[in-house]
């Protein structure tokens, strides 16, 4: 996949789950881990604006503006009619584009899932009987369900969550070709200064067009900040803003590539 078809995009993952199941859990720290790495992940209840019609914004947020998604697979994912024709719409798009499909297997075995038995055949029979005239329905709800655990997912098995969210974290980043600089984890009060960086490069970078050999920024970091300047930069690459950037550990490296190479962005530690 093209970085300038990354780029277009406002969110690199769509994550859909059953809420009542794993929002505060196991979903929320598979948030945590992707935004920390700079992919900008969308989940419905941080991203929607209050008082937007929702199933529109997560169309938009499906169709037009993510370039894969993380169908989080729980015991009652099934049970919600809301994850089920989210996962209709999600196959459709996938059947029509370059969208990525990613099925992650939370506590839920993927052939309960494609043959629709345990909780999942219970859910259908409820199903079943609330929309009884709506056969048609239901059939692309099963379909789909068939079909995703085909793809051949993730499933968490006997792992502990934790190295499980990592896997799926480094899966997600060799799907879409990005690539993240070490950060360590649990930095205090580093979004304040990232946030400062940011509004820096927003008022300050500018681009000679005359000049294609000279770099528009250079935001020069010591060791000391070096953390700083691989979290910022992690961010930095996963915008639409710079077309290509660079990372260099020392200025005399820095000095050099300058001189030859043009890029949008670079940041030294």
Known sequence: MAMSEISRCTYHVFLSFRGEDTRKSFTDH?????????????RDDE???????????????????SKISIVVFSKNYAASTWCLNELVMILEHKKSSKHIVLPVFYDVDPSLVKNQMGSYAEAFTQHEQNFESETNMIQRWRNALKEV???GGMVLQDRHE???????????????????????????????????????????VTWDSKDQNSPSVTAICTRARQSLGCYNFNGITR???YSSCCFFSNLANF??????????????A
Do not use: C, M
């Open 30 to 42: 598979l948030y945590t881990a992707l935004v920390h790495l700079g992919i900008q992940t969308f």
């Open 47 to 65: 991203e929607i604006e209050r008082g937007n019609n929702i199933k529109d914004e997560i169309e938009k947020a499906i169709l037009h503006h």
């Open 149 to 151: 655990a085909a793809i």
């Open 162 to 204: 934790s190295q499980f969210i990592q896997d799926i974290v480094k899966e997600v980043q060799n799907k879409l070709h990005l690539i993240s600089l070490y950060v360590p984890p649990y930095l205090v009060g580093i979004d304040s200064l990232v946030t400062q960086i940011n509004q820096w490069l927003e008022q300050d």
């Open 239 to 241: 915008s639409s803003n």
């Open 255 to 268: 000095r050099l590539a300058s001189r030859i190479v043009s890029y949008n962005l670079f940041i030294s």
